[in-house]
């Protein structure tokens, strides 16, 4: 079963915004920190911006930092992004992960989505 699910993406163009949203499923995450991954066509999947478990704390690439924010609502077990100023670089399949330990590293997170398409056109 599918534990983490995504959504919310799609095709915008440069300059726009979109919230993706991921959402458990089967079990939950609330005691789990979350965070948010790319991976664009030929390139190394890159962190982008990742949450604690209380929400207190929040950290983001510097790609992004300014234009993209992070939260959780833990009442429906969910973790948002909210992607404004968006560019073509930020053309991407984007992940949501969950994990024991806060950070950038992707070695924190033991559970992923399957991800989901964005879009970002000039």
């Known amino acids: 079963q599918v534990q983490l699910v995504e959504s919310g993406g799609g095709l915008v163009q440069a300059g726009g915004s979109l919230r993706l949203s991921c959402a458990a499923s089967?079990?939950?995450?609330?005691?789990?920190?979350k965070g948010w991954f790319r991976q664009a066509p030929g390139k190394e999947r890159e962190f982008i911006a990742t949450?604690?478990?209380?929400?207190?704390?929040?950290s983001y690439a510097d790609s992004v930092k300014g234009r993209f924010t992070i939260s959780r609502d833990d009442a429906k077990d969910t973790v948002y992004l909210q992607m404004n100023s968006l560019k073509p670089e930020d053309t991407a399949v984007y992940y949501c992960a969950a994990g024991p330990k806060y950070g950038s590293n992707r070695d924190f997170y033991n559970y992923w989505g399957q991800g989901t398409q964005v879009t970002v056109s000039s």
């Open positions: 089967g079990r939950t995450f609330v005691s789990y920190a």
């Open positions: 949450i604690n478990w209380s929400g207190a704390w929040t």
